[in-house]
């Protein structure tokens, strides 16, 4: 349908769109004006959302922060929030209420609930875009009423919030009431097993033991490499003072008896020749000079042998220290490696200890902190502006109704009128006769009914058809 054709037809039924529209508009200006006048309370709260977990204390994600007016909004308009008021407004026990609710439910249910529901139905709550601030609204007939309630909504919503608060932190703070006992035994388990195993190696402290060990083994090894050395130096002495150059050996030459009894042996064998010279080797006296010389030579090989003896001594004497050197650091060794082992085994003992201790220490802490904000009973919710009695009403919206009531009255008018067309299809141009008659149109006369009926054509109901525009 173009436009003309929609022109056409309003302007052919003008009188059912104007009815239309003239008693829409009277309906709801009488509707309007018999309606009960209307109060609406509004309490202004402002929310300070800290928004923490009571169990790990950490801020929530940013999306939750996000829908948390919605969500408070949510609060103040559920159910419980609504009974709250109502038992604190006492409205059950008044015998208006009671009469309603019998009349309504004979009697069936729980009067709060019902009331409750009630109550919804003229709250109205709204937070105030990019703030904190959340508007609770009341509509009723009576505006102390209204404001009372508003007023009720806000006390119990504050309520509430600590409720939803406290709750979780004291669920919380059972939960850590459990998780210390168990930290503890932990804790003592740990401790147990390290004093015993100190008790079983006889530990106290693994390092400083360890320092005076290792210290040790170190003066061992160098006592080691020097005993090696003196046992390396007084076997080359012994072989030298045990073959058959004994007494070319430093420590045979080096002896004062061995070098007197040298001397005194090679002035023996000087006597001896000059007076083996002048005697025969039967006199006397050559017979004692040889025996002079004899007994110094035997005396003499004898301290030779005694002085190799003693040197062969002294080189085993050092062997055998080295030896024990030896010993003692193979043992140091294995003590210090069995330290080692200990220090390791005590290492991750006293590490147990250590993480029981700060695990325990950080429940505690989290449990003080949980258990202190569950006994709060402050919110973080704040009176902005108490709602107080209003003086003008606020509906109904005599002017606001009566102008949707107008454009309401135009919709349906042209509604009606479209309607009507449909149910009886006037021919209003010459594309109508066309789509209608399905004949073709030769030619088209502009000319109206009144020119019509002079000329004398189309007279009658036809022409009342054609012409109706």
């Not at 709204?126 to 007023?151: C, D, G, K, M, Q």
């Not at 070098?259 to 005697?279: H, T, V």
Request: zero cysteines.
């Amino acid at each position: 349908m173009s436009f003309n054709q929609f022109w056409m037809i309003v302007r052919a039924r003008y009188k059912l769109v104007l009815g239309t529209l003239l008693v829409t508009v009277a309906l709801v200006l009488i509707i309007s004006l018999l309606l009960p006048k209307t109060y609406q309370a509004t309490n202004t709260l402002v929310l300070n959302y800290k928004g923490t977990d009571p169990l790990t204390g950490q801020a929530p994600p940013a999306q939750v922060i996000d829908h948390f007016m919605a969500t408070q909004v949510n609060i103040v308009e559920s159910e419980n929030a609504a009974m709250k008021v109502v038992a604190a407004l006492k409205l059950d026990q008044q015998p208006t209420a009671r009469q309603q609710f019998n009349a309504a439910t004979d009697g069936q249910g729980d009067i709060r609930n019902w009331l409750g529901k009630r109550l919804l139905r003229g709250l109205d709550v709204t937070p105030v875009r990019e703030s904190s601030v959340l508007n609770i609204s009341y509509t009723s007939t009576n505006p102390a009423f209204a404001a009372s309630v508003a007023n009720a909504f806000a006390a119990q919503y504050k309520a509430l919030s600590v409720q939803l608060t406290v709750e979780p932190l004291q669920q919380a703070s059972g939960f850590f009431t459990q998780q210390l006992k168990t930290l503890q035994d932990n804790l003592e388990v740990a401790q147990r097993k390290l004093s015993k195993y100190q008790q079983d190696k006889g530990i106290v402290s693994v390092d400083s033991r360890l320092d005076v060990e290792s210290a040790r083994l170190n003066d061992l090894s160098s006592q080691l490499v020097a005993s090696q050395g003196l046992a390396m130096e007084a076997g080359s002495r012994q072989r030298m003072a045990q073959g058959s150059g004994a007494g070319e050996s430093p420590d045979v030459a080096g002896n004062p008896l061995i070098q007197n009894l040298k001397i005194s042996l090679g002035n023996a064998e000087a006597k001896f020749s000059e007076i083996g010279q002048r005697l025969d080797k039967n006199h006397p006296a050559y017979q004692a000079a040889q025996a002079e010389v004899d007994q110094l030579r035997t005396e003499l090989n004898r301290q030779i042998r005694i002085t190799s003896s003693s040197v062969g001594n002294n080189a085993r004497i050092l062997q055998q220290r080295e030896g024990e050197v030896r010993a003692a650091l193979g043992a140091q060794k294995t003590k210090v490696l069995t330290l080692n082992r200990a220090r390791d085994d005590m290492s991750v003992l006293s590490k147990e200890v250590e993480n029981a201790q700060l695990a325990y220490q950080a429940a505690a802490q989290r449990y003080s902190q949980v258990q202190l904000q569950g006994q709060s009973t402050q919110s973080d919710v704040a009176v902005l502006n108490p709602a107080t009695v209003p003086t003008d009403p606020a509906g109904p919206k005599v002017l606001f109704y009566t102008m949707a009531s107008v454009v309401l009255g135009i919709m349906l008018g042209l509604g009606l009128a479209l309607l009507a067309e449909m149910l009886d299809r006037r021919v209003r141009s010459g594309n109508d006769l066309v789509h209608l008659l399905h004949v073709p149109m030769l030619g088209e006369i502009g000319w109206g009914e009144k020119s019509a009926r002079r000329a004398g054509f189309l007279s009658g109901p036809l022409s009342r058809r054609l012409f109706s525009s």
